[in-house]
């Protein structure tokens, strides 16, 4: 299995307060991302990263940030944590090295 | 962006039986992968298929980038086949995910 975790794997958070969510992988990939899960929605792309201090927006990133200063972390921020950001929240990695993309275990998320 | 298209939606099969997924995508595509999501949420990387055929146990799955499609196949399905198989292909950087196919497999 790739190296990939995810920390905190379960949350609860107030609404209006800041969560911090991490990816640490130990592969060296190049490639990580960002996505939440939602009933009926599949899993969409909230922030992508393809270097380090290089990140790009994906489909959903209104009230989210990222960075990701160094290859083996990449930080998924909500400023002010809403209702509508309960989800489950994946990491992945991919490089062009090694064929496929990984993912790491989710983090649940509940904002109340 | 490149939209990607699953079906069937749900699907419920009888244990033994076989059954194809498909996925549609709107546009050229680097590459593209299948996963599989179990009943515990972990998504499992079954397989990397820009293009031709690939067969792993009683799972293969066959991309045609010519035209825009990839089938998974399954055979001789098993319980434990059960979960959500998503399609998801590479444009860039960018992986894209299909909104997913619902297997339950009966015994």
């Known amino acids: 299995d790739a190296g990939i975790t995810q920390s905190p794997r379960h949350k609860v958070t107030e609404t209006g307060t800041p969560v911090t969510l991490r990816c640490h992988q130990t592969?060296?990939?190049?490639?990580m991302y960002w996505y939440r899960q939602d009933p009926g929605h599949g899993l969409r792309l909230i922030h992508y990263?393809?270097?380090?201090?290089?990140?790009d927006k994906g489909e959903v990133s209104d009230g989210y940030s990222v960075s990701r200063s160094k290859t083996e972390d990449f930080l998924l921020t909500l400023e002010s944590a809403t209702s509508s950001q309960t989800s489950v929240y994946f990491c992945?990695?991919?490089?062009?090295?090694?064929?496929?993309?990984?993912f790491g275990q989710g983090t649940r998320l509940t904002v109340v | 962006g490149i939209q990607v298209e699953q079906s069937p939606p749900d699907l419920i099969l009888q244990e033994g039986a076989n059954s194809t997924l498909r996925c549609n995508f709107s546009?050229?595509?680097?590459?593209l992968q299948w996963f599989h999501q179990n009943p515990w949420g972990q998504l499992i990387n079954l397989f990397y298929?820009?293009?031709g055929t690939k067969q792993n146990g009683r799972l293969s799955a066959t991309t045609v980038a010519t035209e825009r499609y990839s089938l998974l196949y399954i055979s001789s399905s098993q319980t434990t086949d059960s979960g959500v198989y998503f399609c998801?292909?590479?444009?860039?950087?960018?992986?894209?995910f299909g909104a997913g196919t619902t297997v339950t497999v009966r015994a």
């Open positions: 992945a990695i991919s490089d062009r090295q090694a064929p496929g993309a990984f």
């Open positions: 592969e060296n990939h190049r490639y």
């Open positions: 990263s393809y270097g380090v201090k290089d990140t």
């Open positions: 546009d050229s595509v680097n590459n």
């Open positions: 298929i820009p293009s």
């Open positions: 998801a292909v590479v444009v860039d950087y960018k992986l894209s």
